[in-house]
Every structure is written in C-alpha cells, then in structure tokens.
C-alpha cells in the first residue's frame, strides 16, 4: 500500500491549492479516503473524508464552505480543493486510508504554508 501527496506549497491568504493523493496497493474504490492535517505543535485533525464511490463527503467546520475533497477511481486519485485559505490552515496535509485487517496507512504528507 502506498499513498503519495502532493500540491502543497506557499500560498498568500485567499490563495487556494489543490492537494492530490496517488494511491496504490489496494481496491481503491472500495475504501473511504480521508484529509488530515498536522499544525506545528498541535495533533493531527481530520480535514475531509470521502466514501469509496464519492457520494458522500464529510468536513470539518473550519474548512466547510472552502474545501472540497473529491475522487477519481479510474486514476486511484482523492483530492482536496482548498480555496480561501487562512493562516491557519498552515499544516502538513496526509492522505489517510483505513483498510481494516490489512492496517490503517498514512502518506508521507505534503506542506501547505499559508502566509502574506
């Protein structure tokens, strides 16, 4: 199993950045896929989770109204829309997926920086 971020990068506030996440070594379609993120200091939260098929999509309340997380099972991709980006919304960002027995699994995360 592998996941594999990227899009992070430096952006001013309202700025937005779209985060990709490549996964292989599993059924991707069956399997939720799920945000998180990590501040300086702080403990990992979840951001946005999306259902295998993409019907459903849950968020968070800070990033509600801004953020989109979305899929395409064709490419084994999940991604995550981030529009008028805060401050603090600087964080390492991970693609998580939780695959039961076989274990959860983590990517290597990628760093969005939000700041003028």
């Known amino acids: 199993v592998q996941l594999v971020e990227s899009g992070g990068g430096l952006v001013q506030p309202g700025g937005s950045l779209r985060l990709s996440c490549a996964a292989s070594g599993f059924t991707f379609s069956s399997y939720a896929m799920s945000w998180y993120r990590q501040a300086p200091g702080k403990e990992r939260e979840l951001v946005a989770t999306?259902?295998?098929?993409?019907?459903?999509?849950n968020y968070v309340d800070p990033v509600k109204g801004r953020f989109t997380v979305s899929r395409d099972n064709a490419k084994n991709m999940v991604y995550l829309q981030m529009n008028s980006l805060k401050p603090e919304d600087t964080a390492v960002y991970f693609c998580?997926?939780?695959?039961?027995?076989?274990?959860?699994?983590w990517g290597q995360g990628t760093q969005v920086t939000v700041s003028s």
């Open positions: 998580y997926v939780p695959l039961g027995p076989r274990g959860n699994y």
């Open positions: 999306i259902s295998g098929a993409g019907g459903r999509r």
